[in-house]
């Protein structure tokens, strides 16, 4: 998945990415030897960008020099170096260590090339799919992959692997190994459109390492790998060094060639965001992604940048993320979408916005604001035609008109919103006593934000005054990031700051962040709780789309229903990445647009 770069929540999830398979569907850029359906490539709609034999990504420079090093900062702490169970905390950059059967490029929806399996074999009616292991693949012990380690490594993903693999893996009936390079998948149906994309991105483990050892148990033995990194030096809990592996086995192919520069990537854990900020000003570290706007004003000096050979650059984001206050409507007091709606009015985005963040984010009406995915207007007559299914899990005006955030009403006062929020309460049971609003068992309406970030604590000071105001009580609660990571999978939270995910091209994941399948769950991915039968409906559907302008109904119509049902607050969006990095780290002219791609930067003594 390269070095996409995201917030640490989003860091918690992994995401990404089949019915009858058209003629279109997978098709390569012409048939390639004596089999026409066996592929270099594979897209989710339509043909892959790049043909058979092509050189490199156009994102990347393939004249990039090779050298040097990348350190980065980083918060928390780290104790292990599995990224894909959900015991512990991975070390950053712990991926890099790992190859998938496929790579992804990142200037188009969902499309994947030939990585560790040199080519892809598919069922015309999308019953099966065989992957052809690259003879070339080769551990970093030396020993060769095989068609045994794909089939292995999905057993033990499915078996003792991260919750979300369960879920991501479940439209697989069996795997079998039919020769030592290749590996067939049948599926249990052929509505999956995307699952042999989905079954690309599946990192490949040794089964001759892991056999003997407990997957499911996070520790800092290295583990046998093969991707362009392994570590050098671990400091437990404080650093970590990868150093590039010479003679990585897939160096040359195209999806790599011009990317994994840097000799060296290290990176440095410090306390918290305060330390991490003045370590980049000292010359601590070389890159930092900023996403507070604030930082970027008036928290970054530039006689600290010029001393320090530092320098800004805004690169725009194609695929931007947005923030929401997602709700736990597994509490008892969050389980009515009312009282969610009311807590809506207490978020005065336009003063936050102001006040904090010199007005650089854009407000988010939807979880997918930002990009073409997002519900915006009123329904189409595709959308409307498939919430008419779902009635009485939507209000409904949600049929009529587009989602407007709580407070943003066109002309609604502090008073108003105040007004309209209490209003709500009342619907749902709640009354005032004594100053303090209580249900019918007396019981007050008091909440708990957790958050990972002391500096997220001062957007909720006027959010908490406001609810002191309507007689809730609103505690402000920050842990470290290990601590957050360990609530929020045991779902032990009232509210969360958190982003939810997305690529391009939604799928299958979708069912794990929304769907009642795994709502209580150790680790689940359904951080708000929901249990709508139209949510699973429309998860079931996304990765069946036949076609893009289905799939963006299908996403938008979800988009509608969980906007209606305030399972979350979208808050705001950037469309910049913006970075502070050294001046000798070189970027290529035309980045890739749907991801923060850091394997493709380089090391550059001078200016050429």
Do not use: C
């Given at each position: 998945?390269?070095?996409?770069?995201?917030?640490?929540?989003?860091?918690?999830?992994?995401?990404?990415?089949?019915?009858?398979?058209?003629?279109?569907?997978?098709?390569?850029?012409?048939?390639?030897?004596?089999?026409?359906?066996?592929?270099?490539?594979?897209?989710?709609?339509?043909?892959?960008?790049?043909?058979?034999?092509?050189?490199?990504?156009?994102?990347?420079?393939?004249?990039?020099?090779?050298?040097?090093?990348?350190?980065?900062?980083?918060?928390?702490?780290?104790?292990?170096?599995?990224?894909?169970?959900?015991?512990?905390?991975?070390?950053?950059?712990?991926?890099?260590?790992?190859?998938?059967?496929?790579?992804?490029?990142?200037?188009?929806?969902?499309?994947?090339?030939?990585?560790?399996?040199?080519?892809?074999?598919?069922?015309?009616?999308?019953?099966?799919?065989?992957?052809?292991?690259?003879?070339?693949?080769?551990?970093?012990?030396?020993?060769?992959?095989?068609?045994?380690?794909?089939?292995?490594?999905?057993?033990?993903?499915?078996?003792?692997?991260?919750?979300?693999?369960?879920?991501?893996?479940?439209?697989?009936?069996?795997?079998?190994?039919?020769?030592?390079?290749?590996?067939l998948f049948v599926f249990r149906h052929s509505n999956n459109r995307e699952l042999p994309l989905i079954l690309g991105q599946m990192p490949i483990l040794p089964k001759h390492y892991w056999t003997t050892r407990d997957f499911s148990s996070p520790g800092m033995e290295v583990p046998?790998?093969?991707?362009?990194?392994?570590?050098?030096?671990?400091?437990?809990?404080?650093?970590?060094?990868?150093?590039?592996?010479?003679?990585?086995?897939?160096?040359?192919?195209?999806?790599?060639?011009?990317?994994?520069?840097?000799?060296?990537?290290?990176?440095?854990?410090?306390?918290?965001?305060?330390?991490?900020?003045?370590?980049?000003?000292?010359?601590?570290?070389?890159?930092?992604?900023?996403?507070?706007?604030?930082?970027?004003?008036?928290?970054?000096?530039?006689?600290?940048?010029?001393?320090?050979?530092?320098?800004?650059?805004?690169?725009?984001?194609?695929?931007?993320?947005?923030?929401?206050?997602?709700?736990?409507?597994?509490?008892?007091?969050?389980?009515?979408?009312?009282?969610?709606?009311?807590?809506?009015y207490a978020v005065e985005f336009d003063w936050i916005n102001r006040h904090l963040f010199h007005g650089m984010y854009q407000r988010a009406d939807s979880v997918f604001a930002g990009t073409e995915l997002g519900a915006s207007g009123k329904p189409s007559e595709q959308e409307t035609?498939?919430?008419?299914?779902?009635?009485?899990?939507?209000?409904?005006?949600?049929?009529?008109?587009?989602?407007?955030?709580?407070?943003?009403?066109?002309?609604?006062?502090?008073?108003?919103?105040?007004?309209?929020?209490?209003?709500?309460?009342?619907?749902?049971?709640?009354?005032?006593?004594?100053?303090?609003?209580?249900?019918?068992?007396?019981?007050?309406?008091?909440?708990?934000?957790?958050?990972?970030?002391?500096?997220?604590?001062?957007?909720?000071?006027?959010?908490?005054?406001?609810?002191?105001?309507?007689?809730?009580?609103?505690?402000?609660?920050?842990?470290?990031?290990?601590?957050?990571?360990?609530?929020?999978?045991?779902?032990?939270?009232?509210?969360?700051?958190?982003?939810?995910?997305?690529?391009?091209?939604?799928?299958?994941?979708?069912?794990?962040?929304?769907?009642?399948?795994?709502?209580?769950?150790?680790?689940?991915?359904?951080?708000?709780?929901?249990?709508?039968?139209?949510?699973?409906?429309?998860?079931?559907?996304?990765?069946?789309?036949?076609?893009?302008?289905?799939?963006?109904?299908?996403?938008?119509?979800?988009?509608?229903?969980?906007?209606?049902?305030?399972?979350?607050?979208?808050?705001?969006?950037?469309?910049?990445?913006?970075?502070?990095?050294?001046?000798?780290?070189?970027?290529?002219?035309?980045?890739?647009?749907?991801?923060?791609?850091?394997?493709?930067?380089?090391?550059?003594?001078?200016?050429?």
């Open positions: 998945m390269g070095f996409t770069v995201f917030s640490l929540t989003a860091l918690l999830i992994i995401g990404t990415l089949l019915n009858s398979i058209s003629p279109m569907l997978f098709a390569a850029a012409e048939p390639e030897g004596l089999n026409s359906r066996l592929r270099h490539a594979i897209s989710l709609y339509g043909e892959p960008k790049y043909a058979g034999h092509f050189k490199h990504f156009d994102y990347v420079n393939p004249a990039a020099p090779k050298g040097g090093e990348l350190k980065q900062g980083v918060t928390g702490h780290f104790d292990s170096l599995v990224p894909y169970i959900d015991r512990g905390t991975a070390a950053a950059g712990s991926h890099m260590m790992y190859d998938t059967l496929l790579a992804r490029s990142w200037d188009e929806p969902l499309s994947k090339y030939g990585l560790i399996a040199e080519r892809i074999e598919l069922a015309p009616d999308n019953t099966w799919a065989a992957f052809y292991i690259n003879p070339s693949a080769r551990f970093h012990d030396g020993h060769p992959v095989t068609a045994h380690d794909v089939k292995f490594s999905f057993d033990l993903l499915r078996e003792k692997g991260s919750t979300f693999y369960k879920q991501f893996y479940q439209d697989v009936e069996k795997v079998e190994v039919t020769g030592n390079n290749r590996v046998v790998s093969s991707g362009p990194y392994k570590p050098v030096k671990i400091e437990p809990g404080r650093s970590i060094t990868f150093s590039r592996v010479e003679n990585y086995w897939g160096k040359d192919l195209p999806v790599n060639r011009g990317r994994y520069n840097f000799d060296r990537i290290q990176y440095e854990y410090y306390r918290n965001s305060h330390v991490l900020l003045e370590a980049l000003q000292k010359g601590e570290y070389d890159l930092k992604t900023i996403s507070d706007p604030r930082v970027w004003h008036d928290q970054i000096r530039d006689e600290s940048l010029k001393k320090n050979q530092l320098i800004r650059s805004s690169l725009s984001n194609h695929n931007p993320q947005t923030l929401t206050i997602t709700y736990n409507a597994r509490r008892t007091h969050l389980s009515d979408p009312r009282v969610r709606e009311a807590l809506g035609e498939l919430l008419l299914s779902w009635k009485t899990e939507i209000p409904e005006q949600a049929l009529a008109q587009a989602w407007i955030p709580p407070g943003d009403e066109t002309g609604m006062t502090r008073r108003d919103r105040k007004r309209k929020a209490l209003s709500l309460l009342q619907q749902s049971g709640w009354t005032i006593n004594n100053n303090q609003l209580v249900n019918r068992n007396g019981e007050p309406l008091e909440l708990e934000i957790l958050l990972s970030s002391s500096e997220q604590e001062r957007i909720f000071i006027p959010v908490q005054k406001t609810l002191e105001s309507m007689g809730i009580r609103l505690n402000i609660r920050t842990v470290d990031a290990a601590q957050y990571v360990e609530r929020v999978r045991n779902q032990d939270f009232d509210m969360v700051m958190y982003t939810f995910p997305h690529t391009p091209s939604p799928g299958t994941e979708q069912a794990s962040l929304w769907g009642s399948s795994t709502v209580n769950q150790h680790g689940s991915r359904n951080i708000a709780g929901i249990r709508l039968k139209s949510i699973d409906s429309l998860t079931e559907k996304i990765p069946r789309a036949n076609s893009r302008e289905e799939l963006l109904t299908l996403i938008k119509s979800l988009d509608r229903i969980i906007l209606w049902n305030h399972y979350v607050l979208p808050l705001w969006y950037q469309p910049h990445w913006l970075v502070i990095h050294k001046q000798q780290l070189k970027y290529p002219k035309n980045p890739a647009p749907y991801a923060l791609d850091l394997s493709t930067w380089w090391y550059q003594k001078t200016d050429k």
